[in-house]
């Protein structure tokens, strides 16, 4: 694999910031070499910068990420199969919502204690459907500006 790929797949599982010497020890690559191919990075719009001091941190463009997640589940969903994700997703929601008696994950997590496993099993499950319905909603709005654009 070629340095430039390296560092390529070392942004792209960045949340957080990481410093060019954080990532060329991770892509066995030397720190000007990761340093120049992140500041590429930067310019494609693949990832994005913040600073910590001196010191430049790079992470993936969470903006890119996402919308590329709504194109995706676009060509790979047809609208009946995302209207019917949805509706199975609210429903989802509202069954975690009757269990605990709150309004959000938020919520369940002040009300849990540090041993209730399936607990906080659901917990990271709601907050994932409620991700996962966000991203079919858009890209279902996406999806009907795109038609009415064309019109």
Not at 42 to 64: H, I, M, P
Not at 119 to 128: A, K, N, V, Y
């Amino acid at each position: 694999m070629e340095p430039f790929e390296r560092v390529y797949e070392i942004v792209e599982q960045t949340h957080e910031g990481q410093s060019a010497a954080e990532i060329s020890d991770r892509a066995l690559v030397s720190e000007p070499t990761a340093r120049r191919h992140c500041k590429t990075l930067v310019n494609t719009g693949f990832a994005e910068t913040e600073q910590d001091g001196q010191t430049t941190l790079y992470k993936r463009n969470s903006d890119r990420v996402l919308m590329s997640r709504i194109r995706e589940l676009r060509e790979e969903v047809n609208r009946t199969e995302l209207l019917e994700g949805i509706k199975d997703m609210k429903i989802e929601i509202r069954r975690y919502e009757d269990r605990y008696d709150v309004v959000s994950p938020e919520e369940l997590a002040q009300q849990l204690d540090a041993d209730e496993t399936e607990g906080w099993d659901d917990l990271t499950g709601w907050r994932t459907t409620r991700q996962n319905l966000a991203v079919a909603q858009t890209a279902l709005a996406y999806d009907e500006a795109s038609h009415q654009l064309a019109v």
